[in-house]
Each structure stands twice: as structure tokens, then as C-alpha cells.
């Protein structure tokens, strides 16, 4: 792991494959780490002729905090959001692409395939959207276009991401079967869900950096970034929207919108796949970035 000076703050990253080959850039989703993108999905990625480059967004794993801002409370920052009001919170979506390629300037990277699943999806579209000088190719997966006309969330896994976790360094069994509970019921039912190998990663995430209210910073980074459909219409790289038709945090609708929203995207939709990416699935992915990557 490394770490740069990006946009005034400390990113962690990791690379596999050969420097002189073109980037991929792999960006994680709410609230989890650079480590969601197993070594073993980066190593098929680089073997494909790619230089593959994971890291943690801020606020989480091992790049800056922003824990000294104040708890967010949910209920005010809904108010102001009904109410046309822009809410002070400590970064956006936008914030947090310029992240990525601010990444890309530190490493001396003109351009790069995006690719980001859930909120990581969502920033890897506005970088398409906003960048389209540094972007050869979009893959969003298992993500949404911001439409509030979608279908929401299932209520009772809504309420099992909100629901706070016991300390993992009080209650470490409390912490883990709360965890593994969420992750068993966003996983799809097409494939056996492994939990000594959830149980492994959730473990490493805690030792490399635990920030409980971290997660809040990024919903409310999610909830300011309104409906991003006119930007996805102004997309003109190649485009993959991969969504698990078994989704019950972003229903298979949200991809199915997210890919008519972008032109010429294509949407492949994963019978058995749910809000995850189990190591079933790491061929069909990768070869589904690959495919994107080289209509370039």
C-alpha cells in the first residue's frame, strides 16, 4: 500500500500489473474499502494487459478522515433537502471524483478506465460525465442514476445498514453478526454466501481503520448529489452497467436507468447477483470491463 498527497488529503492505494499498460481505476462503494477489490479481481484484470489501480476514498481504510466534523443528523439534512436548501456537510460526490483524478495526475496518468460499484458507480459516472478528457471507458456496476422516481431500497435492509453496529473492540462477536447479517441479505441467492471468507475481509477492514460515522459523511455525499440522468446524457465514452437482477439495495430498475440514461451504453443484467460481487462472478465481470475497455 501507498500513499498520496491528492486535493489536500491522504489517498491509500495499490497497483497490480505493468505501469506501461493502460489504467484501470477500481473505486469502492459506501463506506467499504479499497480491499472489496479482492487481489485475486485485480490480478485477473492486469493479466488481461491492464495496469490495475484499487484505493481508498476519504473517509475511509487508510486515507484521510474527516472525524473531527460533527455527526450528521439525518432528520435535518432530509429537512433541508426538501426544502431546496444546500445542507453543510464535509464533501460531495463531485469532491470525491476529483479524488480519483487527482489520483490519476499524482501518478502520472493521462486517462484510465473507470470503473465503481454502488456509490463508487456513482463516481465513476460524474468523472465520466465531468472529465471526459481523462476517461477512456465507464462500467458501473451494481449502482443508480439518481432518479428519485426509482423504487427505493427494500425498507428492512434500509434499516439494517442504519442500524448501528456494536464496537468490533467491545463486542467483536456483536459486530460480526450484525455484519455478516447485512451481507448475507444484500448477496444474491445465485451463489453460496461464504461467510469465513466475509468474516476475513470484514475483520481486515476493521484492523486497517474503523470510523463508524464515516458512513453517515458518505450517505449524505450520495443524498446532495441529486438526479445525475443529465449527466449520464452527456456520456460519450464506451459504457457498461452491470446490476444483479437479486439487488435489494439498488433494485435491478436503478441499473436498467442508469444504462438508458448514458447512449450507447450497455446493461447486463446477472441472474442469481445481488448488492455484491462473489468471486463467481470476477470472470463474467472482467470480461465485461475488458470488452468496454477495448470499444475505446
Known sequence: MNILKVNGIDLAYDSF???NDEAIILIAGLGTQMIRWTVSFCRILAARGFRVIRFDNRDVGCSTHFSHYQTLDFDELATALMSGQRPDIPYTLDDMSNDAIGLLDALSIDRAHFVGRSMGGMIAQIAASEYPERVLSLTSIMS????????QSFPEVMAMMTTPAPNPFEDEAGFLTH????????AGTGYPFEEDAYRALILEEVQRAYDPCSV??????????????????TIKVPALVIHGVDDPLFVPACGEDTASAIPGAELMLVDGMGHDLPHQLYKVTADGIERTARRN
Open 179 to 186: 455484519s455478516l447479517a447485512f451481507a448475507k441479505r444484500i
Open 144 to 151: 443508480s442514476s439518481g432518479n428519485p422516481a426509482l423504487p
Open 17 to 19: 500489473g505493468n505501469e
Open 216 to 233: 453517515g459523511r458518505q450517505i449524505a455525499a450520495i443524498a446532495v448529489s441529486g438526479d445525475r440522468r443529465p449527466r449520464l446524457a
